[in-house]
């Protein structure tokens, strides 16, 4: 069989391939990108694009429903026609892949292949029974969602197939109270859907503080979300119609019935059938990609991007690989993985934002830091929203003055975590917030006047 040559073959079009794809070709290097599905990865297809899509349509349900407080009355019934979500959403996505195929077969030294790509040896990979080689290899295959022992007997949901509903679910029972079970939990209580989540945990969001996981328990619980803490869901079989769900709680029946199930228990790296077994490429046992502050393997022509290195599984952090990588191929060669600051939100409502170390972590740690702390209650924009819900926190180095971390509950928080991002990322001290002067009125004045006196943390 004869073996196509290329430069640099990349497998995978989410965030980091098609970026890197184009500044190759832009570079004079032949390259080959492999998608075995639909361009774009996950967030383009099942997570940030859609699932945001969805949030927005659940918001204007809810403040179609609540907005009596504001004196605004909604006469008559409210109708959620999933049918028509769903067929804006797949709008949206389409014209996401569209642009990447565009893209993706148009520019010059780019060649699309479809199929699923399996190593042959550490420098050959073969698709629908054709070989290709290259100098260099950059693996970009994503991750999926993992379904804990017990489901095999019912049909369950996921991520993916969730969003390909069209009629709203009676009961939907989540398995997980994560970030996206927390996301769809709210979004589907609004479309209408009794909704129960189950978490084997003793708290939601476990990477967060206890305070902003129990403020986000009681803003669900408001919306009617049923809640149980402590619940290790054992198996799930059919009932007629129905999926009943055997758990092993604390408190609560030991069984639970509903019409839905979605798993939401984590994800796991698409690295089980790329064959990887025919290289050296090494894994940890998660089967995460392991890799250096590059993002190169233990083999030096063979790079892993994305969430099937487990450094990152974020839309933006996939991106900043891309840059990473991109900056040692062609520009300052001075990103590294070290240099990146760990930022994330929930889109749930209001939504919660971190960037950097939490309480917790400077505890454990033993750092000596100062607090600053803010109800939503108290900042004025939000009372003029009517969106009181949540708290702000900034956690300070008592040393060097400089921010270590900052959680953010609260409307808009997606956005004005920002503000601490940059700073960070300017090396500059907390003081430099402190006294600019922020446009009134919004959210983020509120943050200069919550550094005026941090508090030593105890």
């Known amino acids: 069989m004869a073996t196509k040559n290329f430069d640099v073959i990349i497998i995978g079009t989410g965030q980091a391939g098609p970026p890197l794809a184009a500044s190759l070709a832009k570079n004079g290097i032949k390259t080959a990108i492999i998608e075995k599905g639909d361009l774009g990865g996950t967030c383009v297809n099942v997570g940030c694009t859609p699932t945001k899509a969805y949030v927005a349509s659940a918001r204007r349900a809810f403040i179609a429903k609540n907005s009596k407080s504001l004196?605004?009355?909604?006469?008559?019934?409210?109708?959620?026609?999933?049918?028509?979500?769903?067929?804006?959403k797949d709008k949206i996505i389409q014209d996401s892949r569209d642009?990447?195929?565009?893209?993706?077969?148009?520019?010059?030294?780019?060649?699309?292949?479809?199929?699923?790509?399996?190593?042959?040896?550490?420098?050959?990979?073969?698709?629908?029974?054709?070989?290709?080689?290259?100098?260099?290899?950059?693996?970009?295959?994503?991750?999926?969602?993992?379904?804990?022992e017990g489901f095999s007997s019912v049909p369950f949901l996921t991520n993916t197939s969730i969003l390909e509903l069209e009629e709203i679910p009676e009961h939907l029972i989540i398995v997980g109270g994560g970030y996206i079970g927390l996301e769809f939990g709210q979004m589907f209580r609004r479309f209408g859907s009794k909704v129960t989540i189950l978490e084997s945990g003793d708290k939601l969001?476990?990477?967060?503080?206890?305070?902003?996981?129990?403020?986000?328990?009681?803003?669900?619980?408001?919306?009617?979300?049923?809640?149980?803490?402590?619940s290790k869901c054992i198996s799930a079989k059919k009932k007629g119609d129905q999926i009943e769900v055997k758990i092993e709680c604390t408190k609560g029946a030991p069984t639970l019935t509903g019409s839905h199930i979605l798993i939401a228990a984590g994800r796991t790296p698409n690295t089980d059938d790329l064959g990887l077994d025919k290289?050296?490429?090494?894994?940890?046992?998660?089967?995460?990609?392991?890799?250096?502050?590059?993002?190169?393997?233990?083999?030096?022509?063979?790079?892993a991007l994305g969430d099937c290195n487990g450094e990152g599984a974020f839309t933006h952090t996939a991106y900043n690989d891309f840059q990473i990588v991109n900056s040692q191929l062609f520009q300052d060669k001075k990103r590294k993985l070290s240099d990146r600051f760990l930022c994330y939100a929930a889109f749930i409502d209001p939504p919660i934002a971190r960037v950097g170390m939490n309480e917790k972590e400077i505890r454990e740690k033993g750092i000596k830091a100062k607090i600053a702390t803010r109800p939503m209650s108290k900042v004025a924009r939000a009372k003029e929203m009517g969106e009181t819900q949540g708290m702000l926190k900034i956690?300070?180095?008592?040393?060097?003055?400089?921010?270590?971390?900052?959680?953010?509950?609260?409307?808009?928080?997606?956005?004005?975590?920002?503000?601490?991002?940059?700073?960070?990322?300017?090396?500059?001290?907390?003081?430099?917030?402190?006294?600019?002067?922020?446009?009134?009125?919004?959210?983020?004045?509120?943050?200069?006047?919550?550094?005026?006196?941090?508090?030593?943390?105890?």
């Open 205 to 230: 969001l476990k990477r967060e503080d206890d305070e902003f996981a129990e403020e986000i328990a009681a803003i669900f619980k408001n919306e009617g979300v049923n809640i149980r803490l402590n």
């Open 99 to 148: 642009g990447l195929h565009k893209m993706l077969t148009e520019t010059e030294n780019i060649s699309l292949i479809k199929g699923t790509a399996k190593f042959v040896d550490e420098r050959t990979i073969s698709v629908n029974g054709e070989n290709y080689s290259a100098e260099k290899i950059y693996i970009n295959v994503g991750g999926r969602a993992r379904i804990p």
């Open 395 to 458: 956690l300070i180095d008592d040393k060097t003055d400089k921010v270590l971390g900052a959680t953010f509950l609260g409307t808009g928080a997606d956005e004005y975590i920002h503000t601490i991002i940059d700073l960070m990322y300017a090396d500059a001290t907390y003081t430099v917030i402190r006294d600019a002067v922020h446009i009134h009125p919004t959210v983020s004045e509120l943050i200069p006047t919550m550094l005026e006196n941090p508090k030593l943390l105890e």
């Open 279 to 303: 290289t050296k490429v090494k894994l940890d046992k998660r089967g995460y990609i392991k890799v250096n502050d590059e993002l190169q393997t233990n083999l030096d022509h063979i790079w």
């Open 71 to 88: 004196g605004v009355e909604v006469k008559g019934e409210i109708v959620v026609n999933l049918k028509t979500i769903k067929v804006r």
